[in-house]
């Protein structure tokens, strides 16, 4: 369960050949999927701001998707006809996001979009990446007032060291407008940089760094900028467990830039006058 649904991050199905795969129900974005070889936590369980990244969008409902590799080439591309994200205003003044899910005769309220692609090869490895979702906006007492446009695209590349090591960053430009399509509700730019050290064939470590340059949210143009340093340490038990410490310090944002001006706040709240915010977790994680 997540977000009070049965299946909350994936339910889909689809369909594999030779000519790539087709894929239909609640899924990733194109950003989200492509970019994940190029985030050195890979989207960790603690402490990763992926929603500043990808945006409350990042898992949609009612979307079919396509993946297909060729070569060193992955291309993939999808279509929601409904998102499903109903999330509240991020700031004081600015407007509650998102519906439902597809809404009877206006085609293009709620729908989103994306595409990317991959270049892989050898110790090198490059991806871009296109985002845009068509969120409701309601008022604060709830009325619908338009549809507005939430755009992102990315890029990120990664080197592998040897066998121990690699290195890899990106940048993520982001815009949003609200309905009548000039009005700015956001403009921000997000980077990181970070990399990944096999100490031994059991024993990694990761260390990232994120950065935000909220250029404006709301026509307020100087903002504290939020950026926050993480750490993992993971040990691997067996092919499917492993036991991780992780920590992160965040600075102008709670943790995984929770209460910061682009982000939805998941639970890491900055109490009155604080600018930072420490964290530590220590975990054991099963993947089936």
Known sequence: QSQGRLFGRQAYVGLDSRYGQFLFGRQYTSLFHI?????PTAYAVQYEPVVAF???????DNTAKYIGTFGPVTAIAHWSFGTGVALPGTSQGAPSVGGN???PGQFRRDSAYGLGAEYAAGPFGVAVAYDQYNPSLSSAAGAFVGTGSFKKA????????????KIMGGYRWGQNKAQDGSTLILRDDFFWIGGNYQVTPALGLTLEYNYD???NLLGQTHLAN?????????YTLSKRTDL?????FSKNAGLNFDTSAISFANGYFLASGQST????????????
């Not at 970019?35 to 985030?39: F, G, I, L, P, T």
């Not at 915010?277 to 089936?288: S, Y």
């Open 213 to 215: 340059n909220v250029k």
């Open 154 to 165: 990315t890029i990120g590349a990664s080197y592998t060291l040897g066998a121990t090591a």
């Open 277 to 288: 915010m420490l964290g530590v977790a220590l975990g054991v994680r099963h993947k089936f």
């Open 54 to 60: 990808a945006g409350a969008n990042l898992r949609e």
């Open 226 to 234: 939020p950026w926050q340093v993480s750490f993992i340490a993971d």
């Open 101 to 103: 899910g597809e809404v």
């Open 35 to 39: 970019m994940a070889n190029y985030s």
């Open 244 to 248: 991780y410490l992780t920590t992160a």
